[in-house]
């Protein structure tokens, strides 16, 4: 029996459709089967950065809002498209369905292909946001380094047009981290990075470079087609369902907010 396969990725930003194709382009075939569907749907509302606690509540409020109801729209699993795994847990409490965050995931792969791995990134306020991680998972002795080439990440936009300055410097990054920090595997420290993959992949070979978004996207089909989801135990349910509160709160903070992000 044919399966067509409906996978919601959750962007952390609302976006229009011309910056949302440049999220949608981590989908590459031949990497996915035909039998499987993205669709990607922003957050009404979101912090400008993810650089405090501030910012990862609004993150993680904006996020658990957009796919709250994925289950009942007939999706199979969801993803989110950022590093920082923002809404993954509050999801698999109320979802029934695979949710999957792109930095554990990321974390856990390369250990599995090496002993010790790096994390090439943008900038040093995301660095908090790797360190929790490493922490809950407890691979601290296995995170050879982070390094930071300090340059705000462009969230919207990504790397377009800015590719030949920052490229090279991320290239520089990992190259330290493999020489003087003793990774044997790499990671992008975000997802939005995920246009540099390649020149990074062929500039550290036979090194292997994980690209966050795409190995999220194929655990989350994987997932559904083994028939694996998160533990009920790690995961309860909430005693009373109050999904709708959500949905009132957002939709009122998000009627305050112009296109732009300025508040009205």
């Known amino acids: 029996m044919f399966f067509a396969m409906r996978i919601l990725v959750l962007v952390p930003f609302p976006l229009p ?9 981590q989908v590459r075939t031949p990497a996915f089967d035909g039998d499987v569907s993205f669709e990607f749907r922003g957050a009404r509302v979101a912090p400008d950065h993810y650089v405090s606690d501030h910012d990862n509540l609004l993150a993680d ?30 999801l698999r409490s109320v979802l029934d369905i695979p949710v999957i965050g792109p930095g ?33 998972l407890g691979c601290e002795s296995a995170c050879a380094g982070i390094r930071a080439i300090g340059m705000t990440p462009d969230s919207k936009n990504l790397l377009t047009d800015k590719k030949e300055s920052v490229i090279p410097r991320l290239i520089e990054a990992a190259r330290a981290l493999i020489a003087v920090d003793g990774a044997h595997v790499l990671m992008l420290g975000s997802t939005t990075m995920h246009q540099a993959c390649d020149a990074i992949a062929e500039a550290v070979a036979p090194i292997p470079v994980i690209n966050p978004g795409p190995l999220a996207f194929k655990m989350a089909e994987t997932a559904v087609r083994l028939g694996l989801k998160h533990s009920r135990v790690a995961h309860p349910r909430p005693h009373v369902d109050k999904r709708h509160l959500y949905r009132v709160m957002l939709e009122a903070a998000a009627a305050t907010v112009t296109p732009e992000g300025n508040e009205v």
Do not use: H
């Open 61 to 90: 409020l904006g996020l658990f809002e957009a796919g709250m109801n994925a289950k009942e729209a007939g999706f199979d699993a969801v993803c989110v498209d950022t590093v920082s795994d923002a809404a993954v847990a509050p």
């Open 104 to 136: 554990r995931t990321a974390m856990l792969a390369a250990m599995t292909l090496g002993r010790r791995f790096g994390i090439v990134t943008m900038w040093e306020e995301w660095i908090a946001l790797y360190t929790k991680t490493i922490r809950e």
């Open 17 to 25: 459709d011309e910056q949302m194709v440049l999220r949608r382009a």
